[in-house]
């Protein structure tokens, strides 16, 4: 079973709308209720490659329990922790003839030490159990910018593996405390390393590379494994990723641009990667399935669903490349 | 007792947004949360006017608990039938540099016929109790146009006077049930009659006069008198209040443009209206109450809220004038 970590779910409300009235009074043609987070992602797309997933995670409030009956009537398997304050939703409204959508997040709840005490005794009980761990997303408001850090060393030093998908000072701290994969993508590396890392970013990997030495994305990568992460893989967008490892470097380009929604093709990426992990796969083969589900979720409507033919698809037509010993 | 029946309530989801991204990610700087719903603003009004008030409604799934909790937060009396489909919501953004906003609501349950007989059941029972019904805002999916008329019937058969303020077919049909008030604006009295009724509605009264015989709004209202209305009070937006019946023809006018969000002043107007009619005011009273409590909600930031030094500011402000028998 793979333990997927959400601190701060949410109730993910999008309305269709034909064409969005921004100073008016609009009607949804459609209205979709999802539970969402990065975690909850993560968790659907492994369950969908097969994998066996748990959500640990927090709820509060009317909308927590929302987001529980959301993802039962999903089959997915979820221990959530009450809290006092109110899970927070987000709110997206497609306009479908400009083809743009806007996205409205709430905070999320103030978490209590307590209350992340009982959390943490739950993620125990449970860590014996896992073959991996995933920490996705931010930390609700309340808790530690140390507290991903606590729940990896937790882990590695039950012997279970940890994939971390942060940013900001829980991915510093995180770093450092040993997970197996961390997964940045090109800004929030960038943000952490404090330096922009790539000239164009739209243009691709081949504006990455640097005069002398490693390119600044593996150097900055690089500095992650030295603070403590086994390998840390940068998603580039349409560059594809970037695996930087003591074991050598490894970069991972899809076919061809694939259009489509971003949101939720991390996820996939760290679905992608968690599988290849506790499946024993080389880095080849994670980081061609983790560059082929991460596309396939990009090209379909919801965030953490994605279409096998899609995938099947793009698989055949990754291009991985051994770049060097790190 | 006044009764406000709330057939379609809601949860009122408000983002104060400092300067909205209407293609990209946003997050708002503070998020309200309230009940709403034509009835429940009418309901918040009257028990702020010191008329007690009793909201019977329908409520369905966790939207509907949260309508419930929020009511009950608020110290607002209800009585809701539990229904299988879930209560809807409504989404607003407020746009704080461009000082505009979006409203996006859903449809509503699907409400069936066996749940609006339990409802049926409750306002029969809650009936005697009743000095005035409310009957306010769009019916939800699935219920009858005659649903209106068919609780005014009730109604009126058991001696309780009917203040209906709904729109289309649910207004035609409910107008021949014999409420003792209709309360459309102009859009809806014009979607009545089929005909504009006003050349420029922003210019206010002056452009309502015909050549002879009455103007076209007061005949258009005198239309749902003999349908079986005993009054008709068209609301003018900033042109004021319009009240037509069998004993007479009566204008109030703002004493100035008042400026604000129009939402909820219309459920201002109806909760002011129905407290003079059981207060037996005579029109020319209820009129001028309706009219500067109409304009202290529209300078309010919430429906269903104003400020009692703009409603007594307004309300020494108000002309009103009789302008012939009907």
Chains 1, 2 share one sequence.
């Not at 997915?76 to 806007?102: H, K, M, N, W, Y």
């Not at 082929?292 to 409507?301: I, N, S």
Request: proline share 7%; hydrophobic share 50%; charged share 15%.
């Amino acid at each position: 079973m793979i333990l997927v970590v959400c601190l701060n779910p949410a109730l993910d409300v999008t309305h269709d709308v034909a064409a969005v009235d921004w100073a008016g009074v609009n009607r949804a043609h459609t209205v979709h209720t999802r539970p969402g987070g990065k975690g909850v992602n993560v968790a659907r797309t492994l369950r969908a490659i097969g994998a066996d997933a748990l959500v640990l995670g927090l709820a509060g409030g009317l909308t927590g329990t929302a987001v529980e009956a959301a993802l039962g009537r999903l089959g997915l398997p979820a221990e959530l922790t009450r809290i006092e304050g109110e899970t927070r939703r987000t709110f997206t409204v497609v306009d479908g003839q400009r083809g743009t959508s806007a996205l409205f997040n709430e905070p999320g709840p103030d978490v209590g030490g307590g209350e992340f005490g009982a959390f943490r005794a739950r993620y125990e009980a449970a860590l014996p159990r896992a073959a991996a761990v995933v920490l996705s997303g931010s930390l609700p408001p309340g808790l530690p910018a140390g507290a991903y850090a606590t729940l990896a060393g937790l882990a590695t030093a039950a012997g279970v593996p940890v994939v971390l998908d942060t940013s900001g000072e829980p991915l510093r701290l995180g770093a450092a405390a040993g997970p197996a994969i961390v997964k940045p993508n090109l800004a929030e590396l960038e943000a952490l390393a404090g330096r922009p890392l790539c000239a164009a970013r739209a243009g691709g990997l081949a504006e990455v590379a640097a005069a002398d030495g490693p390119d600044p994305v593996t150097a900055a990568a690089g500095d992650l494994v030295a603070a403590g992460a086994e390998a840390v893989v940068v998603s580039l967008g349409p560059g594809g990723l970037r695996a930087v490892t003591a074991g050598g470097v490894w970069q991972a380009v899809p076919p061809a641009v694939v259009p489509g929604n971003p949101t939720g093709a991390g996820d996939a990426v760290v679905a992608a990667l968690t599988f290849g992990l506790v499946s024993g796969q080389p880095w080849e083969e994670r980081l061609r399935h983790a560059v082929a589900l991460g596309a396939a979720t990009a090209a379909a409507p919801v965030a953490g669903e994605f279409r096998q033919a899609d995938y099947a698809r793009v698989l055949t037509g990754v291009t991985v490349s051994r770049k060097e010993a790190a």
